[in-house]
């Protein structure tokens, strides 16, 4: 029996749960450097945890960005108004929480 697939699985959730860290840890530090009232968009922390490889963590940024409205460290914005990050359709922007 060929037990690489099930091998292979923690290694991509590690990776998985590293990705996301860091894009966190990006979205809070890009937005502490930034102006109160300013908004990031996603792909700004994919940008700035993988500046050659990008997009592929796009979908990961915006888990992210997820988690931390949950935690109550920021809000999600369509055309300046707070959304539901989990039903937002298109573009979106990341605040800080006010």
């Known amino acids: 029996m060929d037990n690489s697939s099930a091998e292979a ?4 959730d590690a ?5 996301g860290a860091r894009l966190e840890a990006a979205i809070l530090g890009l937005l502490a450097g930034r102006a109160p009232a300013s908004t990031i968009c996603p792909s700004d922390a994919a940008r700035a945890v993988a500046p050659d490889n990008w997009r592929p ?3 990961s940024a915006r888990r992210a960005a997820a988690r931390l409205v949950e935690t109550g ?3 999600v914005t369509q055309h300046g108004e707070v959304v539901d990050i989990l039903t937002a359709k298109g573009p979106i922007r990341i605040r800080r929480r006010r």
């Open 9 to 12: 699985a923690p290694n991509a």
């Open 73 to 75: 460290d920021v809000d």
């Open 15 to 19: 990776e998985q749960d590293d990705a």
């Open 57 to 59: 963590l796009m979908d």
